[in-house]
């Protein structure tokens, strides 16, 4: 028996590959389903089951494409309904994988279908559950993305609870617990940044499995949970209608284009997504671009800032990442991208294009500044880090919220922008110069190199917190 764990850091997710006796099951994969296909051939095993926790909201899994590939069954738990063929299995219903067996546990809360997998190894012992986002490493999913009509998330907060008590508390302690997520994710409010553990361990430190009543739990659960993503609903729908094959997708976007074609496409509506790091946007880019660089947690925030998942998108990438964007553009159900810059903004530079660079400062040049006289400095952290400390008089803008804010926010104003290290202040400061704020400046280093400098901060929130 085999068990390996593929985590993802950009999306904070686990895939699971499941290997016995030539047979393997893969959880909840990701969009590209090669590398899954891959790692069975190498092994000389076939891929019999695709496992699905339940239907993601953050990101597209890549069952369908998998499925079609392989042969392999769709495995979702009872409430699931698919467009595709797909195996509904019902409660403590055994699959049988080579010489194990994988039992599937209805455990709803998180949403109404959301199903643990209880591996059974070839003695018949119960190894490990794959918990989905049933239960993470110091945390329990959020019980608000299912809501209907006739259920509220204290509804489904309430289900979760009685799942974890009849369902997987009841396993022995010494289970081994591999959640879909880790730290980062909007799927939990304080997921651990490790991502596995035991089931006795998690019985010890996780405040859900701890001795609280079913109301206590409820409102622990339902309190202050942040807004969900906008894509969100829309990845959900994907995952149960299907989609346009990744092969399909890659296909579309890895086509050159040549700096008139871009401001061609552009003048139809296309945006321009440049994916290099924030030092090399600043430097020079295409007016109108947003920069959401790949380095960092590159396809949520596109999910969460770019609100229409149908928009053409133009890549601007460095030399030889162009799949790699477009690829982690369709984790998240972007899979409009129509090409790409080709080699790269250097043929932009070269055609004697306008070139737009955003004015930089350092922290000292900041210190400088605002010893000289009051500046506009917006914080564009989570509000929880802006709490943490921030710099006096600033103003907390969370980049999530970004949209909302700009609108009380005087365009004619000069404003400097900082998050913790530059990553999301080069995003926000692009989204403000698209939408006509042309006196943006950047703090290179953000709040990391403010803290180094002679900057008065506080440790408490001041009313200028715009929310």
């Known amino acids: 028996m085999k068990v390996e764990q593929l985590y993802t850091n950009c999306l904070s997710e686990s895939a699971y590959y499941i290997e016995s006796n030539g047979e393997v099951a893969i959880i909840d994969p990701l969009r590209d389903p090669q590398p899954y296909i891959d790692q069975a051939t190498k092994a000389g095993a076939k891929i019999k089951y695709v496992l699905e926790t339940h239907f993601h909201a953050d990101f597209v899994s890549g069952h369908v494409d998998l499925a079609q590939q ?3 069954t769709i495995v979702f ?4 309904q698919t467009s595709y063929s797909a195996h509904i299995a019902a409660d403590n219903e055994i699959l049988q994988l080579g010489n194990i067996q994988i039992k599937v546990l209805h455990t709803p809360g998180h949403t109404l279908e959301s199903t643990t997998y209880l591996l059974i190894d070839e003695n018949g012992n119960e190894h490990a559950i794959f918990s989905g986002d049933t239960l993470f490493i110091g945390d329990v999913g959020r019980p608000d993305l299912a809501v209907k009509s006739d259920l509220s ?6 289900l979760l609870y009685d799942s974890l008590r009849n369902k997987i508390m009841v396993l022995p302690d010494d289970l081994l617990v591999y959640p879909a997520h880790g ?14 553990s035991t089931l006795g361990e998690q019985k010890k430190s996780n405040y859900a499995l701890s001795d609280i009543s079913k109301q206590e739990f409820i409102t622990q659960l339902t309190k202050n949970i942040p807004a969900a993503p906008q894509y969100f609903p829309k990845n959900v729908l994907l995952n149960q209608q299907g989609y346009e094959s990744h092969a399909q997708v890659l296909a579309n976007g890895l086509k050159p284009l040549s700096p008139e074609l871009v401001e061609n496409e552009v003048g139809n509506g296309a945006l321009i997504l440049d994916t290099r790091s924030p030092d090399i946007f600043r430097k020079g880019s295409i007016s109108g671009a947003i920069n959401i660089g790949l380095n960092g947690s590159f396809a949520t925030w596109v999910g969460t800032l770019i ?15 162009e799949e790699e964007a477009i690829s982690r553009l369709s984790r998240v159900g972007f899979d409009n991208t129509i090409g790409f810059l080709t080699n790269g903004f250097d043929s932009w530079e070269s055609s004697e294009r306008s070139v737009f660079a955003v004015p930089s400062l350092t922290a000292e040049q900041l210190s400088k500044q605002m010893e000289i006289g009051q500046i506009n400095l917006i914080d564009v952290r989570s509000s929880s880090e802006y709490s943490s400390q921030h710099v006096l008089g600033s103003i907390n803008i969370p980049l999530d919220d970004l949209e909302k804010g700009m609108s009380q926010l005087d365009k004619t104003a000069k404003f400097y922008i900082h998050c913790k290290s530059g990553y999301r202040s080069m995003i926000a400061a692009s989204i403000l110069l698209k939408n006509g704020f042309n006196n943006i400046v950047d703090v290179q280093g953000g709040f990391l190199a403010i803290s180094e400098h002679n900057i008065p901060t506080s440790k408490y929130r001041c009313p200028t917190t715009i929310d």
């Open 183 to 196: 730290a980062g994710s909007a799927c939990g409010k304080n997921i651990s940044k490790e991502t596995w």
């Open 77 to 80: 738990g009872p409430n699931a």
């Open 307 to 321: 609100p229409d998942i149908t928009q053409p998108i133009i890549v601007i990438a460095e030399l030889g990442s």
């Open 70 to 72: 392989t042969g392999a």
């Open 153 to 158: 998330s204290a509804d489904l907060a309430g």
